[in-house]
């Protein structure tokens, strides 16, 4: 499943009986939108197996992504226990890999807990409030 920042969820009918409850992927679409809104990039989740390798993966769907150099992608594998953050060329320069490791342990700690969406949100405000406003 992923989950835009445009307010839609694009990908199979498993979004329908996937991992999220509907007032989870409300909290996670305006986590999204705030993100986008106030960083100027563009920010997605990605929720489902990763193949190997898995780094390459997802940089492919990131690749995917309307503005790769804009974009950041949360790729989450909770099946596979693995969470991986690609940032654009633009993006990254204003994320860093230590911002994007940061978030990552505070969302992988939620995660052990149960806490997909959670973490998933705490991690989206994370990333943003490090990149700061355009």
């Known amino acids: 499943m992923t989950v835009g920042s445009t307010g839609t969820h694009v990908g199979r009918p498993e979004v329908l009986n996937g991992p999220f409850t509907t007032r989870q992927l409300l909290r996670l679409d305006e986590a999204l939108r705030l993100a986008d809104s106030s960083t100027g990039l563009t920010f ?10 898995v780094r390459a993966h997802a940089e492919k ?12 992608l949360i790729a ?15 993006a990254r320069r204003r994320l860093p890999d230590r ?10 700690a939620s995660f052990g ?14 990333l943003a409030d490090h990149a700061g406003r355009h």
């Open 99 to 108: 911002a994007a490791k940061l978030a990552a342990l505070s969302m992988a």
């Open 76 to 90: 989450l594998s909770p099946n596979q226990r693995l969470l991986e953050i690609v940032t654009g060329g633009e």
């Open 44 to 53: 997605s989740i990605y929720v489902g197996d990763l193949e190997e390798p």
């Open 113 to 126: 807990g149960g806490d997909l969406a959670g973490g998933l949100v705490s991690g989206l405000a994370q």
């Open 61 to 72: 769907l990131h690749a995917q992504l309307a503005d790769p150099p804009h974009s950041v």
